[in-house]
């Protein structure tokens, strides 16, 4: 299991994603457009400190659009409905800057698979959910302030997740949304790994090889 972040790994700082309402702090609309994967899965949660639960809860990211860009988001509020809204970019006080480096940790993870299918997109975001709201030092999904359960293949998948954020700093590009009366969202851009030199070399190869071959044709 892998225990909450006390960032010895370093703070990471929020970024405003690049296309997603700019970089200034005030309110925009952010339109909902329904889920990115549906039917999404459900499953049960209990935030204990908060006194609530949650049956048949579905869980996965959600379509949002600022009016000239689309993005997927994710649910960091159990306690609103989502809903078309005004947001303010900047991360909510409910999430500590532990909090945000090991989102951090888990979109530089599994961000990209997150979107493949709805088991996938469920776990990851039990997942957000359990690094938002768990108070213990360790992230366990069956015990704890957070739990979640009803659906084994999403549980599992979701504390696989967890176990493995291990303490190196993350590499996403992380944006926050706020809202006073819809869900506070987070989203996030993986890094672009740059390809190797010798991967450009051989790119560049190929490329000088087939312009010789139509040289050559066209002769």
Known sequence: MSTKSTLKGGLIASAVMLGALGSGASASTLTYNGLNISPAQKVDVVASAEGQSFNNLSAGGFNMSDGTNSFIAWCIDLFDTIKTAAYTPGRPTQVSDAEEADLNRLF????????????????????????VYETDTVYALNSGNFMASDNATVVTAAQGLL?????????????FFASTTSQDLVSGQTAVVPLPASALLLLSGLGLLGAARRRTNAD
Do not use: H, M, P
């Not at 530089?108 to 690094?131: P, S, Y």
């Not at 176990?163 to 944006?175: E, M, P």
């Open 163 to 175: 176990d493995n954020l291990g303490t190196d700093a993350g590499t996403a590009s992380l944006s």
């Open 108 to 131: 530089t993870l599994g961000r990209d698979t997150a979107q493949t299918d709805a088991i996938t997109a469920a776990a990851f975001q039990v997942a957000i959910w359990e690094i």
